[in-house]
């Protein structure tokens, strides 16, 4: 995948996730055209395949995933993510104003990488590290 240079405030990245990625992946190749690279993920010892789905072999469209591991309570939704100078700081300041957290995951060390946030009118979107 081409490296993505990213501006604070801009969408970065569209994925969604559901019980079904396996089938529903190829729902989306047959409508839009899109290509399938499978991602590998773990759950626990299992492993399994998220996927990234591409608009020409070098460019990624966005992502099927399934509903488990790091995925596991994602709304069943496409969920857009926005890139941000800092996710925690970017979160703490959405939950001051009335915001939700829905879901967070960290990398290896504990930092904050992403966010899915509901704002106070009850849309969805992520936060991610520009």
């Known amino acids: 995948m081409e490296e993505n240079k990213s501006t604070i405030g801009q969408v970065v990245w569209t994925d969604l996730t559901v019980e079904n990625a396996d089938e529903l992946k190829d729902f989306y190749k047959e409508v839009i055209g899109w290509e399938i690279k499978n991602v590998a993920m773990k759950d626990g010892e299992d492993e399994y395949n998220d996927y990234a789905m591409m608009s020409a072999p070098d460019k990624a469209a966005g992502g099927v995933?399934?509903?488990?591991?790091?995925?596991?309570?994602?709304?069943?939704?496409?969920?857009?993510?926005?890139?941000?100078?800092?996710?925690?700081?970017s979160l703490a300041k959405a939950l001051e104003l009335g915001g939700t957290s829905m879901h967070e995951i960290k990398n290896k060390e504990g930092k904050l990488q992403f966010a899915i946030v509901q704002d106070p009118a009850g849309a969805v979107f992520g936060l991610a590290e520009a």
């Open 65 to 89: 995933c399934t509903k488990r591991g790091v995925n596991k309570g994602i709304p069943s939704q496409w969920i857009m993510y926005i890139s941000v100078e800092n996710v925690a700081n």
